[in-house]
């Protein structure tokens, strides 16, 4: 595959037999340290072929007995009493917890690299609880005609001691006080490594510095501890910008201007735009635009002040005035420059409270005033009788408390190849300032991870919700064939649920793997001769429903022959949107392969997936089913997927 872009060519050796009695040593090396003592490594298996003049070498190992610890034992510096002897009270009891937690196991195999790995781990431990200065080192004595290995650790804690002196070094613009603000620990606290080690974490993470090291100096071995934090600031003002390609929202680009210290006290001010444009979004299997989508268009524009110590170091506090136009498919298309047919301006405020890094509990309370410049029913116009008078649209307001969490341990937050994520959403909208829509929602996304072999893993998703129309509203959406569930329901149409598209339900368009009506595009124009209404166009309009279930399978594998930044993947996705609860018979089947491109900014994302059991109007076009003439076409099975990033 070295002819395609992006591939580099094979790597091509010149064979030596010095660097292949090198490699024979580093093998038996390599044996040694993980407990082998006579490795028998050799290649007599090895091909040489004249004619291309090129040789394979078949390395033969045979391991040998390995290496059994028979005792592990923890000393003092001097090695003449016990290392508990050290310790007292509940102190004590913690050592003996924590010595027995982390000891070698009699009878398993020995390792240099266990031996170090136990070295680190004792120290980290004394220095949490107030040991700054411990000193740990080891010895094993390996009797090579029984192949055991006796370990002896000698672990000289040293003086408990409190922080005493924080120094800070190369601030600049940025006071002291806002660098002693941000650490977990105060003078007089014990010594601590790794609350030192986080507030290193906390000052990174405020945005302001390039550098942010924390380590301990030279200093007297005593009951006083004093650490250093050396810092290098960043430009305070920064612009960037960034843009991509998503089938689902077509060419987008954004741009942020911040200040990264805004008036003291380490807050960031942030100016952004945000335009997705909808162009090319949602293309057929060969390139084309899929028959019946109008895509979404969004431009948001947004002022966000953050205050990253609010009350206490991991609870920050952000306030964000907004003004958002969109095109919203579900309703009817507008004359307004773009097909903007919707507008919403309103204010987010929200506290994140960080209680272990990328992990986080926040509260929010949305205010926003909304007007759809247009009704589903093209005869309609209507009024918020609340509202000042409007004509030709709904303008309704619209009051939010959200909780949301991220939970869970995975090996990494950014690209996670092993452990779990759990993800609770809850929302509450009512009366308060005035909100036109009441509900209650509550979600819940649960993703696992679980490597199967070297660069192989098994990705998997589970994700539930269900949504309680309240007060009004209630009475209002369980009334379908009243004239106020005609006037109010385009209100709901961002809250309900749905399924489909490249980030859950592939095989489907964004949000129409659940039930949906065909709908002609009507414009209405004022003319000479009066008002003329002109067919546009024919969509499918997603319904979505109060509940909603979906499940994702995704092996992700190498790319054969190509090296670890090109992988594939082979997936298998469920799900249903309902208006009541869950039913089996609903449920819709996707499954599929893809190919994935690693880039800085994360995974390219190739996907073709091919719906397995598709619903009535699924293979049919929109005009072709209010005409009475839809056949379905198999060719609609297909959809191509488009992304950045993991899919889940």
């Known amino acids: 595959f070295g002819w395609l872009p992006l591939v580099p060519p094979p790597n091509r050796y010149r064979f030596d037999p010095v660097t292949l009695q090198r490699d024979v040593v580093r093998l038996r090396r390599f044996y040694q340290q993980n407990g082998f003592l006579e490795p028998r490594i050799d290649y007599p298996a090895s091909q040489l072929d004249t004619t291309a003049n090129t ?77 700054a200065f411990a000193q740990v ?25 409190r922080f005493a002196e924080i120094e800070v070094e190369g601030n600049q613009s940025v ?49 006083t501890v004093r650490v250093r934090y050396r810092v290098r ?11 991509g390609y998503g089938t689902s929202a077509g060419f987008s680009t954004e741009g942020q201007w911040s200040h990264r210290n ?33 895509p979404d268009r969004r ?80 005869d309609t116009t209507f ?67 679980i490597p199967l072999g070297d660069n192989i893993e098994l990705a998997t998703r589970l994700f539930v919700g269900r949504l309680w129309p309240i007060g009004r509203s209630r009475s209002i959406l369980s009334n379908p064939g009243d004239s106020l569930f005609a006037v109010y329901e385009n209100r709901f149409d961002n809250i309900r649920f749905y399924v489909g598209g490249s980030n859950d339900l592939r095989g489907w368009r964004s949000e129409l793997a659940g039930d949906k009506r065909a709908r002609a595009l009507v414009e209405q124009r004022t003319t000479a001769e009066g008002v003329r209404r002109d067919t546009t166009g024919f969509i499918f309009e997603p319904i979505g429903g109060n509940t909603k279930l979906t499940a994702n399978l995704e092996l992700r594998l190498p ?21 009541s609860s869950f039913a089996p018979t609903a449920l819709r089947f996707g499954t599929g392969a893809g190919i994935r491109y690693r880039t800085p900014v994360g995974y390219l994302r190739l996907d073709l997936a091919y719906k397995l059991n598709p619903g009535p109007l699924d293979l049919r076009a929109p005009r072709e089913v209010l005409e009475g003439t839809a056949e379905p076409r198999f060719i609609n099975r297909f959809r191509v997927h488009i992304g950045i990033g993991q899919s889940f």
């Open 55 to 131: 040789i394979h070498v078949i390395f033969s190992i045979d391991e040998g007995p390995p290496v059994i610890i028979q005792s592990a034992d923890f000393y003092g510096a001097d090695s003449t009493r016990y290392a508990v002897q050290q310790f007292d009270g509940a102190l004590r009891n913690a050592w003996v917890d924590f010595r027995d937690q982390t000891s070698f196991r009699i009878g398993e195999r020995y390792t240099e690299f266990g031996r170090v790995q136990v070295e680190d781990e004792v120290r980290r431990w004394l220095q949490n609880q107030g040991f």
């Open 137 to 161: 080192h080891s010895e094993a004595r390996i009797d090579t005609t029984g192949f055991t290995a006796d370990i002896r650790f000698f672990v000289d804690a040293g003086p408990r001691g």
């Open 175 to 223: 006071s002291r006080r806002i660098v002693e603000r941000e650490l977990p620990f105060r003078a007089g606290d014990y010594f601590s490594y790794d609350r030192m080690i986080d507030g290193q974490r906390q000052l990174f993470g405020l945005n302001l510095f390039r550098v942010a090291l924390a380590d301990l100096p030279s200093q007297p071995v005593d009951s």
């Open 233 to 243: 600031e960043a430009s305070l003002r920064y612009l960037t910008a960034q843009s």
């Open 262 to 294: 805004f008036l003291g006290a380490a807050r960031s001010l942030t100016v952004g735009l945000v335009a997705e444009t909808g162009f090319l979004a949602d293309v057929g299997l060969f390139g084309g635009p899929s028959p019946g989508i109008i």
């Open 299 to 378: 431009f948001r524009g947004s002022v966000a002040l953050r205050q990253p110590y609010f009350l206490t170091t991991d609870l920050s506090a952000s306030i964000e005035p907004f003004i958002e136009y969109r095109r919203d498919a579900r309703l009817e298309p507008s004359q307004v420059f773009l097909g903007v047919n919707a507008r919403d301006f309103g204010l987010n405020t929200t506290l994140i409270y960080e209680f272990l890094p990328f992990r986080t509990v926040s509260l929010r309370h949305s205010f926003s005033r909304s007007f759809q410049y247009t009704r589903s029913l093209p």
């Open 383 to 449: 009024q918020d009788p609340s509202a000042p008078q409007t004509v030709g649209g709904d303008l309704f307001n619209r009051s939010v408390f959200s909780a949301n969490a991220t939970l869970g341990k995975v090996d990494d937050f950014l690209n996670p190849t092993r452990g779990f994520q759990v993800r609770p959403s809850a929302e509450l909208a009512g009366t308060v300032l005035g909100s036109s829509i009441e509900y209650a929602r509550l979600s819940n996304e649960l993703n696992g991870y």
């Open 559 to 579: 790319f054969p022959g190509l090296n670890s930044d090109w992988r594939t993947a082979i997936f298998l996705d469920a799900g249903q949107a309902r208006e």
